[in-house]
């Protein structure tokens, strides 16, 4: 028997007419695919089908997850916290302590439900009104300050997303590394700077999406090499430099002559070499043991669609996911089941519109919810079951107020849609969506999004200079020392561990902000949407991250054929001045 019948009645007419096929954005106009497989989980699960493109749904939710950027506001009592809410958000906020104490209550934050409001925006006030911690991190991580959104970090710093890394800094979505600054998306990685997509590299330095690199510079789609330097698309090769096999002393000595204690010559290699690496391809097909997938980096995955996620099965339309079955439009979750719209989510079953929550089984429309069940609209909640806008229900009296909710969402056209772009208490272009899909400050204005100015650059009669060009030239007491990051105008400091990391490898510090750094790797990633093409050689059909007519794809046996018959060593080589 059926708990919400009024709904369950309403949703299975729907669905009589709304039937798999192409749709329409109804923001962007773009059109987009409905697949068997996916109407019939939408209707396994009963939640409407999209009104706008994958890749808009991601948007949607990543609009709500900030840390990027980190702000100093002050809280009740006059105490300073970090925060990922900026100085203009109206978000409450609490601090971590009294968020964990058994003082913490928010149910005395409960409200009642009207039927003369939209439900949306009855969540809406409750998400404000309920107060919210600085900053979302996992309480088993050990000693990583300003770690946001990751699982199981330890003596790490400034980090976002991933899991299980120990002594990285600024490091974004990495998994399983080590000893590591700089980097992002870096799996099973250590002792490596400036690194995007490496897997299994070992004192790997300004090289991306590459595997199995030791003792590698400035080195692009390349597997298992070591000692090698300003390379791309080659495959089981040592000493070589610009794809020129050198003997043994012939790399060193050239080698050697290059100090990358200088800032001046990393610029000038850094440059040198991404314009070598234009003659190289990028693969294709990046997914691994997997079945049936249409996107990027899928691991272990069958019968799915999405990006950078690994053992997924009838899942569709995923960023940054991992042990997922039966779910849709979901990002940086894991362990998740018959769960839709949701980020932020672990150890979920049934989680439906949420944001942030962990344990909870068949919660909907709920944000920083603990241990919870059967639960809809709830704000910062633990361990409680039968509860709506926070409020207390019994049983009976719970599920009959949720058919009524649930059939009124039904008939407004708002159940099935995740909370509003115009609702999130992280302006739009701080947010992580801003970041992959950026928007002009007048795009946001008019779509009612928010803008964060932010503070203004440093004034001219500031005395900041810019960080030493020479590694050799910063002494230990410049620690304390402010510099300026001439390019934004933006204010920041060498951290004492980051200088040790750089007096190891004899690498010159940066120039410019931790942040600046952060926003250039991201667009080495590429988009969170896929474009079709065809691969160079063999024309079979691609779907990948960036448009084909901006770079050269190869499907993977193209590609793996192409690595290993050495006709990359035929580039040519430019100057080695």
């Given at each position: 028997?059926?708990?919400?019948?009024?709904?369950?009645?309403?949703?299975?007419?729907?669905?009589?007419?709304?039937?798999?096929?192409?749709?329409?954005?109804?923001?962007?106009?773009?059109?987009?695919?409905?697949?068997?497989?996916?109407?019939?989980?939408h209707?396994?699960?009963?939640?409407?089908?999209?009104?706008?493109?994958?890749?808009?749904?991601?948007?949607?939710?990543?609009?709500?997850?900030?840390?990027?950027?980190?702000?100093?506001?002050?809280?009740?009592?006059?105490?300073?916290?970090?925060?990922?809410?900026?100085?203009?958000?109206?978000?409450?906020?609490i601090?971590?302590?009294?968020?964990?104490?058994?003082?913490?209550?928010?149910?005395?934050?409960?409200?009642?439900?009207?039927?003369?409001?939209?439900?949306?925006?009855?969540?809406?006030?409750?998400?404000?009104?309920?107060?919210?911690?600085?900053?979302?991190?996992?309480?088993?991580?050990?000693?990583?300050?300003?770690?946001?959104?990751?699982?199981?970090?330890?003596?790490?710093?400034a980090?976002?997303g991933?899991?299980?890394?120990?002594?990285?800094?600024?490091?974004?979505?990495?998994?399983?590394?080590?000893?590591?600054?700089d980097?992002m998306?870096?799996?099973?990685?250590?002792?490596?700077?400036?690194?995007?997509?490496l897997?299994?590299?070992?004192?790997?330095?300004?090289?991306?999406?590459?595997?199995?690199?030791?003792?590698?510079?400035?080195?692009?789609?390349?597997?298992?090499?070591?000692?090698?330097?300003?390379?791309?698309?080659?495959?089981?090769?040592?000493?070589?430099?610009?794809?020129?096999?050198?003997?043994?002393?012939?790399?060193?000595?050239?080698?050697?002559?290059?100090?990358?204690?200088?800032?001046?010559?990393?610029?000038?290699?850094?440059?040198?070499?991404?314009?070598?690496?234009?003659?190289?391809?990028?693969?294709?097909?990046?997914?691994?043991?997997?079945?049936?997938?249409?996107?990027?980096?899928?691991?272990?995955?069958?019968?799915?669609?999405?990006?950078?996620?690994?053992?997924?099965?009838r899942?569709?339309?995923?960023?940054?996911?991992?042990?997922?079955?039966?779910?849709?439009?979901?990002?940086t979750?894991?362990?998740?089941?018959?769960s839709?719209?949701?980020?932020?989510?672990?150890?979920?079953?049934?989680?439906?519109?949420?944001?942030?929550?962990?344990?909870?089984?068949?919660?909907?429309?709920?944000?920083?919810?603990?241990?919870?069940?059967?639960?809809?609209?709830?704000?910062?909640?633990?361990?409680k079951?039968?509860?709506?806008?926070?409020?207390?229900?019994?049983?009976?009296?719970?599920?009959?107020?949720?058919?009524?909710?649930?059939?009124?969402?039904?008939?407004?056209?708002?159940?099935?849609?995740?909370?509003?772009?115009?609702?999130?208490?992280?302006?739009?272009?701080?947010?992580?969506?801003?970041?992959?899909?950026?928007?002009t400050?007048?795009?946001?204005?008019?779509?009612?999004?928010?803008?964060?100015?932010?503070?203004?650059p440093?004034?001219?009669?500031?005395?900041?200079?810019?960080?030493?060009?020479?590694?050799?030239?910063?002494?230990?007491?410049?620690?304390?020392?402010?510099?300026?990051?001439?390019?934004?105008?933006?204010?920041?400091?060498?951290?004492?561990?980051?200088?040790?990391?750089?007096?190891?490898?004899?690498?010159?510090l940066?120039s410019?902000?931790?942040?600046?750094?952060?926003?250039?790797?991201?667009?080495?990633?590429?988009?969170?949407?896929?474009?079709?093409?065809?691969?160079?050689?063999?024309?079979?059909?691609?779907?990948?991250?960036?448009?084909?007519?901006?770079?050269?794809?190869?499907?993977?046996?193209?590609?793996?054929?192409?690595?290993?018959?050495?006709k990359?060593?035929?580039?040519?080589?430019?100057?080695?001045?």
């Amino acid at each position: 028997m059926s708990n919400t019948p009024c709904f369950d009645r309403e949703i299975d007419k729907y669905f009589e007419t709304h039937l798999p096929g192409q749709y329409t954005s109804s923001e962007s106009g773009d059109t987009f695919e409905i697949s068997e497989a996916e109407y019939h989980l939408h209707k396994m699960l009963k939640v409407p089908l999209p009104e706008v493109a994958p890749h808009e749904r991601i948007m949607g939710l990543r609009a709500y997850m900030g840390g990027i950027e980190l702000f100093s506001r002050i809280l009740v009592g006059n105490q300073s916290v970090v925060t990922m809410y900026d100085p203009e958000s109206e978000i409450s906020l609490i601090s971590e302590e009294d968020w964990f104490g058994d003082n913490f209550d928010a149910q005395k934050y409960a409200a009642e439900y009207s039927t003369r409001r939209s439900i949306i925006s009855q969540i809406r006030d409750l998400m404000y009104r309920v107060p919210h911690v600085p900053l979302l991190q996992d309480p088993s991580s050990e000693k990583s300050q300003w770690s946001i959104y990751e699982l199981a970090f330890k003596n790490s710093y400034a980090t976002y997303g991933g899991l299980e890394c120990e002594e990285v800094m600024y490091a974004d979505l990495c998994i399983q590394s080590e000893h590591c600054v700089d980097v992002m998306s870096v799996v099973q990685t250590q002792w490596s700077y400036e690194g995007v997509q490496l897997f299994q590299c070992s004192n790997t330095f300004f090289s991306q999406f590459s595997s199995g690199l030791f003792d590698a510079y400035f080195t692009f789609g390349s597997i298992n090499c070591s000692h090698v330097f300003g390379c791309v698309n080659i495959q089981n090769k040592e000493y070589c430099f610009f794809n020129q096999q050198l003997t043994k002393d012939e790399y060193e000595s050239i080698v050697s002559k290059i100090d990358l204690s200088d800032r001046s010559v990393v610029e000038y290699w850094d440059r040198k070499a991404k314009e070598f690496w234009k003659q190289g391809y990028h693969l294709g097909d990046t997914n691994f043991q997997s079945e049936n997938v249409i996107g990027q980096h899928l691991i272990s995955s069958k019968d799915a669609s999405g990006f950078e996620a690994t053992d997924l099965e009838r899942v569709y339309n995923v960023f940054d996911v991992g042990f997922a079955k039966d779910c849709f439009d979901v990002t940086t979750s894991s362990n998740v089941e018959k769960s839709c719209l949701t980020a932020c989510v672990t150890e979920g079953f049934e989680n439906k519109m949420s944001l942030s929550c962990d344990n909870c089984i068949n919660v909907e429309y709920c944000e920083l919810c603990s241990n919870c069940e059967n639960c809809f609209g709830c704000v910062g909640l633990r361990r409680k079951k039968f509860c709506i806008f926070n409020k207390q229900y019994t049983e009976e009296e719970y599920w009959k107020t949720l058919d009524a909710i649930k059939t009124q969402m039904l008939a407004e056209g708002t159940y099935g849609k995740f909370f509003r772009l115009q609702d999130s208490p992280i302006a739009y272009n701080i947010s992580h969506a801003g970041i992959f899909f950026p928007k002009t400050k007048s795009q946001m204005e008019s779509a009612g999004l928010r803008y964060y100015q932010g503070k203004p650059p440093a004034s001219s009669n500031q005395t900041l200079e810019k960080v030493p060009e020479r590694l050799s030239d910063f002494r230990e007491e410049m620690l304390d020392k402010k510099f300026i990051d001439a390019g934004s105008g933006r204010v920041f400091q060498i951290v004492k561990p980051e200088f040790e990391f750089h007096k190891k490898f004899g690498i010159a510090l940066p120039s410019d902000h931790s942040i600046e750094r952060r926003l250039r790797r991201y667009k080495d990633v590429m988009e969170i949407r896929t474009s079709r093409g065809a691969c160079e050689k063999c024309s079979a059909v691609l779907y990948t991250r960036t448009p084909h007519e901006q770079v050269r794809f190869l499907c993977g046996e193209c590609y793996h054929g192409f690595l290993m018959s050495d006709k990359a060593m035929e580039f040519q080589v430019i100057n080695q001045e």
